[in-house]
């Protein structure tokens, strides 16, 4: 089993900044890819970014050039850097890990985006 945990969520302005945070514990192997989706109120969940044990990162498109994901392999940490947020950035976001063909998934935090 793996665990995850997320944090760094809250409110900020538009234009504002906030990074988060996951960490993962537990059956931890090296080859995986984490991820951060986000789900909006009444919307869908959707992918926001990926990086894979080599580093390779993927974005969706509302966030390219705002976004940055990264990793800290040694402590099991990935983070997402979100710039220039926008009311519409606003939602739960959740960190999932994928290895072993299974995906683990956080229990979420909140990012509002509001004035």
């Known amino acids: 089993q793996v665990q995850l945990v997320e944090s760094g969520g809250g409110l900020v302005q538009p234009g504002g900044s906030l990074r988060l945070s996951c960490a993962a514990s537990?059956?931890?192997?090296?080859?995986?890819?984490m991820a951060w989706y986000r789900q909006a109120p009444g919307n869908e969940r959707e992918f926001v970014a990926h990086i894979t044990g080599t580093g390779f990162t993927k974005y969706a498109d509302a966030v390219k050039g705002r976004f940055t994901i990264s990793g800290d392999n040694a402590k099991n940490v990935v983070y997402l850097q979100m710039n220039r947020l926008k009311p519409e950035d606003t939602g739960v976001y959740y960190c999932i890990r994928s290895q072993e063909g299974t995906d683990y998934w956080g229990q979420g935090t909140q990012v509002t985006v509001s004035s």
């Open positions: 537990g059956r931890i192997f090296s080859i995986n890819t």
